[in-house]
């Protein structure tokens, strides 16, 4: 009885293993999964999504979740020859909860994400551990162990559209029409200005930066015509600690988003 119970636990690890994208791992909240497709191009880029399945009532976090949120992370530590997995993310909205508000999704979500391997041609298995945090009333912190081969089905015609879909879903690159033109120092706060057409409604900014604890929520100031400000007050007062570094936003108004970084003055 126990060397069928072994068998059938390899035979599943193998399963697993021969994939060219992982199982389903369950929470309370919802399910994770990692794909990928393609092999790695020239430069080693190999490109793949990680699949947020959420139940009906629950939320997961942007890469800026506020000062008690928990960021989607990749460890890649046992993966060999991958040096870097980037995460990319769609626009999130604003929730909030009680007397909080954070980004978020409160939807299922694929977040794009792209492995970086040191070399192009190089054979290994992708051996990661994600960690999260899914949200009902209060939040939960999710972590899976994924381990697959992602040469093993790489032209999965399945997976390609998740993939291709998880970074159509990506905002469009900031313009000069549509984006934060500049940032000013103002006491305890930071003034951001930007452009956004007239005709698109509650322009929401949203941001990140290397000491994310120290920003508020970006608040908007004023918006006439196809100008927008928000203010953004600075905890504690240490807006020394910001100034000269960038800050990475997306703006979302009328149903678009657009996303790009702008230097702290």
């Known amino acids: 009885m126990i060397r069928t119970a072994s068998l059938i636990l390899m035979l599943l690890m193998s399963a697993q293993v021969h994939a060219a994208s992982s199982q389903w791992q ?3 909240g919802g399910s994770v999964r990692l794909v ?3 092999l790695p191009d020239d430069d080693g880029r190999l490109r793949g999504a990680l699949e947020i399945d959420l139940k009906p009532g629950w939320k997961t976090y942007w890469r800026n979740p506020g000062s008690a949120g928990i960021p989607p992370q990749i460890d890649i530590s046992r993966s060999a020859h991958i040096s870097a997995a980037e995460l990319q993310y769609p626009a999130p909205e604003r929730i909030h909860d009680g007397e ?3 980004a978020g999704y409160t939807q299922s979500v694929a977040l794009p994400v792209t492995f970086t391997l040191d070399q192009a041609n190089a054979v290994t ?3 990661v ?3 999260l945090g899914i949200c009902e009333t209060i939040c939960i912190p999710f972590q899976a162990s994924f381990t697959f081969d992602p040469a093993a089905d790489a032209d999965n015609v399945s997976d390609a559209l998740t993939v291709r ?3 159509a879903s990506l905002p469009s690159p900031a313009a000069a029409a549509f984006g934060i033109v500049s940032a000013e120092s103002t006491g305890g706060a930071i003034l951001l200005r930007g ?3 007239a005709s698109m409604r509650d322009p929401t900014l949203f941001l990140d930066h290397e000491r994310a604890h120290l920003l508020g929520t970006p608040r908007l100031e004023n918006r006439e015509g196809d100008t927008a400000s928000f203010i953004v007050e600075i905890m504690n007062g240490d807006i020394e600690k910001l100034q000269s ?4 936003y997306t703006l979302t108004a009328g149903g678009e988003a657009v996303s790009g970084g702008i230097q702290i003055p």
């Open 129 to 131: 551990d994600v960690f």
């Open 125 to 127: 298995l992708i051996d």
């Open 26 to 28: 369950e929470s309370e």
């Open 165 to 167: 879909r998880a970074f």
């Open 195 to 197: 452009h956004v057409p």
């Open 245 to 248: 570094t960038p800050l990475i």
């Open 100 to 102: 909080t508000q954070w």
């Open 36 to 38: 990928t497709v393609g």
